[in-house]
């Protein structure tokens, strides 16, 4: 655990009270100060209640008397509407923070030097910050990998001297961090997501631009260059002073970090040198995945780390579980979980890394839909949609097979029946849904794991080694 120290002695309410929020709690009482816990529902009350916090409901409180709130980050800030704590706050005058806005503070009061690697994009950030995670700790040092990942932030171990943390942050996270200033700062890309919490595009956009904007200044802000919004980002942030390094998977740089024929490659000053190969890494599959790779290559640059160590750590990556997370073969067919495909984009690049596809889609839709997947239908041999978005999905696919098979049971039934009756080469049985899994099931982890748990029992499956 990391005590919060800079609010000693003070009022502090806390508001939200799942794993980060609850962890504030213990983290600001260990630090000294009076925590005053809320919550809409009365369980997670009681729960702060059962560890000994005062709880209470905060809309009769005395906000004069509090600190701060330090808000989750599943409630709003801005968009649709800012939440009713934050209202009482901004009357107040009292600031609204997040957990990682007190991490940031303990670190910059006691140990500003060590280092730090922020992680986040639209898409990417989880495998992202978990490969960094290993390649730190296959190079020595002492790693604490959290944030919007597995642990919340302050339940990890404090910042210090040969200790690296490596935070996935989303944009909730880094709209309460107004402090945020990693040793290294990471933008994988920009595209359409999370727009009923940022109200636009552009706002969405500006809010990422944050952590890579907040680097250091002898730090270094890695930047994912193939889209407009990141482009634009790495220019302004080059014109503040800072150092800027670009990072693309379509093109040669003339200075940057690039992927060409699955190796990573370090320009600079007209002259290029190979960093590591990525070929034939089953973990890192996909255009997608080269990109997450060569963010960490350049992050290995930036802290110092040998490309040695560096092709050691892509090897011995195991990937992450429900993105594109290859569950087993029955003879010729392939079974990938990426349950964490919860956007058209995120679809879009895992449809990309295979050619004869029996795609499972759908779930909770989000904002146009899969129309922006026209371009990867020729590889669809099948689709099989489940969920609300059944109808939707059928409807855009148009002339590609495809049945609503309304359950991932059926669906996975079905596919892998039709898989291995194809004949072909290499069949794969995809889910990636390009859908939120609230529909039917409480998070996309909960449906790759029946995904995961449907596909084993299949007679003759066998792991992928």
Partial sequence: MIPVT????????VFGLGGSGLASCHALKAGGAEVIAGDDGADRLAEAAKAGFVTADLRNESWSRFAALVLTPGAPLTHPAPHWTVFLAREAGVEVIGDIELFCRERQRHAPDAPFVAITG?????????????????????????????????????????????????????????????????LLNISEDHIDRHGTLAHYAEVKERLVAGVQTQGTAIIGVDDGWSRAAADRIEQGGKRVVRVSVRNPLPDGIYVDHETIWHASGGARSEVARIGGIGSLRGLHNAQNAA??????????????????????????????????????????????????????????????????????????????????????????????AAQEFAATLGSVPHEISQTLEVAVEHASRDAEASGLADPVVLLSPACASFDQYRNFEIRGTRFRDLVTALPGVKPVV
């Avoid at 490969?131 to 700790?137: G, K, M, Y």
């Avoid at 210090?160 to 996270?173: A, D, P």
């Avoid at 989000?366 to 949609?385: M, Q």
């Fill in 6 to 13: 800079s609010f000693a002695g003070k009022t502090v309410a």
């Fill in 122 to 186: 639209t898409n990417g950030k989880s495998t992202t910050t978990a490969l960094i995670a290993h390649l730190t700790r296959v190079a020595g040092y002492d790693t604490q990998m959290g944030g919007n990942i597995g642990t919340a932030i302050l339940s990890l171990e404090p910042p210090r001297k040969g200790r690296v943390h490596v935070i996935e942050m989303s944009s909730y996270q880094i709209d309460l961090t107004a402090s945020l200033d990693p040793t290294v700062g990471i």
């Fill in 295 to 388: 963010c960490a290559a350049a992050c290995a640059i930036a802290l110092g780390i040998s490309g040695e160590v560096l092709q050691k750590a892509l090897r011995s990556f195991p990937g992450l579980a429900h993105r594109m997370e290859q569950v087993g073969r029955r003879g010729n067919v392939l079974f990938v979980n990426d349950s964490k495909g919860t956007n058209a984009d995120a679809a879009a690049r895992a449809l990309s890394s295979f050619s004869d596809i029996f795609w499972i889609a759908g779930g909770k839709p989000k904002l146009g839909g899969i129309t922006g997947l026209a371009e990867y239908f020729p590889r669809i041999r099948k689709a099989y949609l489940i969920g609300e």
